[in-house]
Nanobody, 120 residues
């Protein structure tokens, strides 16, 4: 069984930066694909970025590519979303998802989210 908890959200001015953390509980974090999603008020949840199992390939939504980075620290069971050059349209609740591969039981977990608010 796996679980994740996000943290690091807050209020920031446009152009600023925030780093979100996703702490994983369970086995085999290094084998998990970790994804970030976000949901703005009145909108559907959308994909932001993911990093695959170690050594890790990264992929970003077009809306954040070049501004956001995703990386992981396996000894700390933590993945991060570094958000730079933030825009008001980045305002949303950000959710972490961790998914283990089928050969490890395909466990999956969603966090409760962390609020990011970007003021103009």
């Amino acid at each position: 069984q796996v679980s994740v908890v996000e943290s690091g959200g807050g209020l920031v001015q446009a152009g600023g930066s925030l780093r979100l953390s996703c702490v994983f509980s369970g086995r085999s974090f290094s084998e998990a694909t970790v994804s970030w999603f976000r949901q703005a008020p009145g909108k559907e949840r959308e994909f932001v970025a993911h990093i695959t199992e170690t050594p890790g390939s990264e992929y970003f939504a077009d809306s954040v590519r070049g501004r956001f980075m995703i990386f992981r620290n396996n000894p700390k069971n933590t993945a991060y979303l570094q958000m730079n050059k933030l825009k008001p349209e980045d305002t949303a609740v950000y959710y972490c998802n961790a998914k283990l591969p089928t050969y490890l039981g395909a466990g999956e977990a969603w966090g409760r989210g962390t609020q990011v608010t970007v003021s103009s």
